[in-house]
């Protein structure tokens, strides 16, 4: 028979404490790492109809010169996860994952702040996520308690204002926070005929504009936290 190993009390206490220990330095280096990860600002853009996954057109120039208007703080991206159909039947659930990216970034970075976007049906996501009703879909909504850490909301060639409406006059959280640019002409957001104005923002200086205004909306809030 194999010896059967006995530690005395004290012995067993002294293994619990250690063990303890070990629980709770693991969690505090994971605690730490979380929060090495966690940027100072949060981009979430969604793309335009038929583009294909990631950023597009107007979201990847849109972050880069958000990142270069705000060299001394550290920003990320996420680009939404929807099916961007042609047929603008998926701005519901896009919303839904826009509205599920924030939550859980906020969750677990407390000091992080967010700029949130889309370019035409994107706009569209964008619009549901921060709840406003609209004629493509519905999805879930950024929770209230979570509109002070979204500095700016950036929208090209939004649908929205077709019914007669602009992120400003329909929602009074994220009214004064966005930015929004909608070219003459444009089939999508100002009922023209001219396809080519709905393609030019990020060529005609529109997304260059967002990006600055939406890193002084961010610098502005930074100041005043501070203040």
């Given at each position: 028979m194999a010896p059967t190993s006995h530690l005395a009390p004290s012995t067993r206490g002294q293994a619990s404490l250690h063990?303890?220990?070990?629980?709770?330095?693991?969690l505090a280096n994971q605690a730490s790492l979380v929060q090495a990860q966690c940027s100072d600002v949060h981009v979430v853009f969604a793309r335009g109809?038929?583009?294909l996954p990631g950023l597009g057109i107007c979201g990847e120039p849109l972050v880069s010169g958000i990142t270069s208007n705000l060299a001394s703080m550290s920003v990320s991206s996420y680009a939404v996860d929807y099916l961007a159909s042609l047929d603008q039947s998926s701005a519901g659930p896009g919303a839904t994952d826009m509205t599920n990216?924030?939550?859980s970034v906020a969750?677990?970075?407390?000091?992080?702040?967010?700029v949130l976007g889309g370019?035409?049906?994107?706009?569209?996501?964008?619009?549901?996520?921060?709840g406003i009703s609209t004629l493509l879909g519905s999805g879930d909504a950024i929770p209230d308690t979570?509109?002070?850490?979204?500095?700016?909301?950036?929208?090209?060639?939004?649908p929205l204002a077709l019914t007669g409406q602009t992120i400003e006059s329909a929602s009074s959280l994220y009214g004064s926070k966005s930015i929004d640019f909608c070219n003459v002409g444009d089939p999508v957001c100002a009922a023209g005929a001219n396809v080519m104005a709905h393609l030019m923002y990020a060529m005609d200086g529109?997304?260059?504009?967002?990006?600055?205004?939406?890193?002084?909306l961010v610098q502005g809030s930074a100041?005043?936290?501070r203040a």
């Open positions: 063990c303890f220990l070990g629980a709770i330095l693991l109809s038929g583009e990216q924030v939550i969750a677990e970075c407390p000091n992080t702040v967010f370019y035409s049906q994107g706009a569209s996501v964008t619009d549901i996520s921060i979570l509109a002070a850490r979204i500095k700016a909301i950036v929208t090209f060639g939004n529109s997304v260059a504009s967002a990006a600055q205004k939406a890193a002084s100041r005043n936290l």
